[in-house]
């Protein structure tokens, strides 16, 4: 069976701190921990978490350590972009702050412009978009 729009999707990143992330993506942006696993030390594993929103066909998994620990390389265009559809509430971006994240410009002035942007305490860049998306 091909893929289609009701696919799940899991977004896969290292992590330095899997605590710091965990603060950063739940206590900060809402997200709900979904799963969360301690590597047994044997070869292939690693501690693991994932967060998203329990009903969404999406979630983000955050891995570190094992026997291969991967450190996070992000650039300035890794993004995560959320349509907020309205204004970006200042309240979440210094919750997102508060929790680890440091607001930075985007190296596209469009999200400068449309949006704010918060880099996760990995580097990794999320943007709170006030545009609203559809894929239709």
């Known amino acids: 069976m091909l893929f ?3 696919t799940h999707i899991r977004m896969a990143r290292p992590s330095r701190d899997l605590a ?16 969360r696993a301690e590597g ?6 690693h501690d693991l978490l994932m967060v998203g929103h329990p009903d969404a066909s999406w979630h983000l998994e955050l891995v ?15 993004l995560l972009v959320l349509y907020m ?11 997102l702050e508060g929790h680890g994240g440091t607001r930075v410009d985007s190296l596209n002035p469009y999200w400068n412009e449309w ?14 978009c ?4 559809s894929n239709s």
Not at 22 to 35: D, K, Y
Not at 115 to 128: A, I, S
Not at 130 to 133: A, F, K, Q, V
Request: avoid cysteine; glycine fraction near 16%; charge should be negative.
């Open 4 to 6: 289609s729009g009701h």
């Open 20 to 35: 710091a992330a965990e603060r950063f993506w739940a206590a900060g942006l809402g997200l709900t921990v979904l799963f």
């Open 40 to 45: 047994s030390g044997e070869p292939g594993e």
């Open 64 to 78: 570190h350590g094992g026997d291969q620990p991967v450190d996070p390389r992000p650039t300035d265009e890794d």
């Open 85 to 95: 559809d309205g204004p970006v509430p200042q309240e979440l971006v210094d919750r």
């Open 115 to 128: 949006g704010v942007t918060v880099e996760d305490p990995d580097g990794y860049r999320l943007v709170l």
């Open 130 to 133: 006030r545009r609203g998306w």
